[in-house]
């Protein structure tokens, strides 16, 4: 394994990797997002756009001079990510989804982790489109491609090459050291979506690296719609889904269990896809002629599963030499806003725009949006009119809290502190 690249802590450069296709909208939030994240050494920020048929070009183009990009020819996930690694100038990748939000510290406690030459992988949680629950914290994933998100904490004890069980992150906030990704070869361009990362830890962790889980390194993602799922975020084309599962079982699972278990594991999976569908069009979720889709994805998944499992891998279906050589370019680094006044503000305001458009909320917005300008962190609390959430808006977190009466304490009740706040 090549340690050379063993710089600690904030010394190392990052990569930052954004792949997308049509969501230009909120390709721009992410990229916007970014000139808040706190690091002291130097980032650069990769895009690799799809062939997207949206406003994204517009997008990128808008922000040529601050980041690097590319065109990716076919709607595949692992193509484009293979895109950005070969790009990529920094000592680590980072991927983030282009519907997702870091949480200013970010990049630094993705760098502590990698202090360790041992290191090959970093990831943090995960909060949902709500901004207050998680999506993801801690998980692991079997050789089957099945995962088991009932951990509590961290699984360093099942870094070892051949565990049959090992730790996973979740795409949207995963990073690689760059030399560590290009000695396993990059993404396995197989999978064009679905259990794409999932192939890549268990990669790293088979050439001996270890997979760090953080309790921390946030990202926020907001689940935009795609190809692949509605806005009510039930996917509704399946045929990658079953076909990945499929090929990634007969790829890693038969040093461990013969075909015939490999067999029925698919089998299972593929009833409880019919299950999830059945359920998703009696809750009116998709229409009927999405049941017919899934059947005959069933079908054609199946056949070139089983087809593409059992003949290997591809020969180009990784990152060699030619395809890194044919991505040029130097280290862009990406310009932050910087420190600014170096503080973090939070603003308690009851009423806060859109929606509650009165002077003191209109105040506090234009507040708050005045400090985020100079570079500081700053969160406004104000109530919600339906859940508990938080947003990035124009550079502020705005946390929306639901109404709750608590028992006022008798300090607050001396102070005549009002029940309502």
Same mark, same amino acid.
């Given at each position: 394994?090549?340690r050379?690249?063993?710089?600690?802590g904030?010394?190392?450069s990052?990569?930052?990797?954004?792949?997308?296709?049509?969501?230009?909208?909120?390709?721009?939030?992410?990229?916007?997002?970014?000139k808040?994240?706190?690091?002291?050494?130097?980032?650069?920020v990769?895009?690799?756009?799809?062939?997207?048929?949206d406003?994204?070009?517009?997008?990128?183009?808008?922000w !040529?001079?601050?980041?690097?990009s590319?065109?990716?020819?076919?709607?595949? #996930?692992?193509?484009s990510?293979?895109?950005?690694?070969c790009?990529?100038?920094?000592?680590?990748?980072?991927?983030?989804?282009d519907?997702?939000?870091?949480?200013?510290?970010?990049?630094?406690?993705?760098?502590?982790a990698?202090?360790?030459?041992?290191?090959?992988?970093?990831?943090?949680?995960v909060f949902?489109?709500?901004?207050?629950a998680?999506?993801?914290?801690?998980?692991?994933?079997?050789?089957?491609?099945?995962?088991?998100? $009932?951990?509590?904490?961290?699984?360093?004890?099942?870094?070892y090459?051949?565990?049959?069980r090992?730790?996973? #992150?979740?795409g949207?906030?995963? $990073?690689?050291?760059? $030399?560590?990704?290009?000695e396993?070869?990059?993404?396995?361009?197989?999978?064009?979506?679905?259990?794409?990362e999932?192939d890549?830890?268990?990669?790293?962790v088979?050439?001996?690296?270890?997979?760090?889980?953080?309790?921390?390194?946030?990202?926020?993602?907001?689940?935009?719609p795609s190809?692949?799922?509605g806005h009510n975020?039930?996917?509704?084309?399946r045929?990658?889904?079953?076909?990945n599962?499929?090929?990634?079982t007969?790829?890693?699972?038969?040093?461990?269990?013969r075909?015939?278990?490999?067999?029925?594991?698919?089998?299972?999976f593929?009833?409880g !896809?019919?299950?999830e569908m059945?359920?998703?069009?009696?809750?009116?979720?998709?229409?009927e002629?999405?049941?017919?889709a899934?059947?005959?994805?069933v079908?054609?998944?199946?056949?070139?599963?089983l087809?593409?499992?059992l003949?290997?891998i591809?020969?180009d279906?990784?990152?060699?030499?030619?395809?890194? $050589?044919?991505?040029?370019?130097?280290?862009?680094?990406?310009?932050?806003?910087?420190?600014?006044?170096?503080?973090?503000?939070?603003?308690?305001?009851?009423?806060?725009?859109?929606?509650?458009?009165?002077?003191?909320?209109?105040?506090?917005?234009?507040l708050?949006?005045?400090?985020?300008?100079r570079?500081?962190?700053?969160?406004?609390?104000?109530r919600?009119?339906?859940?508990?959430?938080?947003?990035?808006?124009?550079?502020v977190?705005?946390?929306?809290?639901?109404?709750?009466r608590?028992?006022?304490?008798?300090?607050?009740?001396?102070q005549?502190?009002?029940q309502?706040?």
């Open positions: 394994m090549n050379s690249d063993s710089r600690s904030s010394a190392l990052f990569s930052i990797v954004i792949n997308t296709l049509n969501r230009g909208s909120s390709l721009d939030a992410t990229l916007r997002s970014l808040w994240l706190k690091y002291e050494s130097p980032f650069e990769i895009v690799v756009n799809g062939p997207s048929t406003e994204s070009d517009e997008v990128i183009a808008r !040529q001079g601050s980041i690097r590319a065109s990716c020819p076919l709607a595949n #996930l692992s193509v990510r293979n895109i950005g690694i790009m990529a100038r920094g000592d680590v990748v980072a991927f983030i989804d519907d997702a939000i870091p949480e200013p510290e970010w990049l630094m406690h993705l760098a502590g990698y202090a360790d030459p041992q290191v090959g992988a970093v990831g943090g949680h949902d489109h709500t901004g207050y998680f999506q993801y914290r801690y998980g692991l994933v079997d050789r089957f491609g099945t995962a088991d998100l $009932s951990p509590a904490g961290a699984t360093p004890h099942l870094c090459p051949k565990s049959f090992f730790p996973h #992150l979740l949207t906030n995963s $990073s690689f050291r760059t $030399s560590a990704l290009l396993i070869g990059g993404f396995d361009e197989e999978y064009e979506y679905f259990l794409d999932t890549v830890c268990l990669r790293i088979d050439a001996g690296y270890m997979i760090v889980q953080l309790p921390n390194a946030y990202v926020h993602h907001k689940f935009a190809s692949i799922r975020k039930v996917p509704r084309n045929y990658p889904i079953i076909k599962k499929i090929y990634f007969l790829k890693h699972a038969r040093d461990f269990h075909v015939e278990q490999i067999l029925h594991e698919q089998s299972a593929i009833k !896809q019919r299950e059945a359920w998703a069009f009696d809750n009116d979720l998709i229409v002629d999405d049941l017919d899934f059947e005959q994805d079908d054609r998944a199946l056949a070139v599963g087809r593409r499992g003949e290997g591809k020969p279906a990784m990152i060699d030499q030619q395809k890194r $050589s044919h991505w040029s370019g130097d280290f862009l680094p990406f310009e932050p806003l910087g420190e600014g006044d170096g503080l973090t503000i939070v603003l308690v305001s009851k009423d806060f725009p859109p929606g509650h458009g009165g002077g003191i909320g209109t105040f506090n917005k234009d708050a949006e005045a400090y985020a300008a570079g500081n962190t700053v969160h406004v609390v104000t919600s009119p339906d859940i508990n959430r938080v947003d990035f808006e124009n550079g977190w705005v946390h929306r809290l639901e109404n709750r608590i028992e006022r304490l008798p300090r607050a009740i001396a005549k502190v009002p309502d706040i």
